[in-house]
């Protein structure tokens, strides 16, 4: 069973910045992906951004030249630089991982980031 623990929400004004940040642990054998994904009031769950081996990224085209994705292998450790933040970036923030073998998906518990205009 994987783990997966966020920190790094809160409450922020527009253009301000946050850093998202999401440990993984227990029987974590091959990753695929670590990425983020959000979830507004009233919206379906869409991917922010997420980060393979080698450090292929993808972002939703919303966050391009915003958000910056990145991982720390040795410590299991994704993280999510938010700058320039809007109020439609408001939103429950869930860490994910992809395992390479089956493909399996494990969700973090999302933490809150609210930006206020």
């Known amino acids: 069973q994987v783990q997966l623990v966020e920190s790094g929400g809160g409450l922020v004004q527009a253009g301000g910045s946050l850093r998202l940040s999401c440990a993984a642990s227990?029987?974590?054998?091959?990753?695929?992906?670590m990425g983020w994904y959000r979830q507004a009031p009233g919206k379906q769950r869409e991917l922010v951004a997420r980060?393979?081996?080698?450090?292929?990224?993808n972002y939703a085209d919303s966050v391009k030249g915003r958000f910056t994705i990145s991982r720390d292998d040795a410590k299991n450790t994704v993280y999510l630089q938010m700058n320039s933040l809007k109020p439609e970036d408001t939103a429950v923030y869930y860490c994910?991982?992809?395992?390479?073998?089956?493909?399996?998906?494990?969700w973090g518990k999302g933490t809150l980031v609210t930006v206020s205009s």
């Open positions: 994910n991982l992809e395992t390479k073998f089956g493909g399996v998906n494990y």
């Open positions: 227990g029987s974590i054998f091959s990753i695929r992906y």
């Open positions: 980060i393979a081996g080698g450090d292929t990224t």
